[in-house]
């Protein structure tokens, strides 16, 4: 049901968490893990140059490109 937006090809590393950010670019943080503090703020990792539109959820997949998939809304 998903569908790539956009290739982006960002290799993943452990302990950083890689979202979408609002100026539709690729960004990645570092993941809080056991009460311990995080290092840096966000950095820029990949200028996907996507548009949002309402009802899709955006994430990064496995391959490192931005896909998206409709949003499950009311359920039955």
Request: charged share 25%; aromatic share 10%.
């Amino acid at each position: 049901m998903a569908e790539v937006v956009a290739n982006t090809g960002v290799s993943k590393d452990s302990g950083y968490l890689y979202y979408l950010g609002k100026d539709g670019n690729v960004w990645r943080t570092k993941m809080a893990r056991g009460g311990k503090k995080t290092g840096g703020g966000p950095e820029m990792v990949a200028s996907a140059g996507v548009t949002r539109e309402d009802g899709f959820l955006y994430y990064i997949d496995k391959g490192g490109n931005v896909a998206r998939s409709p949003m499950a809304r009311g359920r039955k």
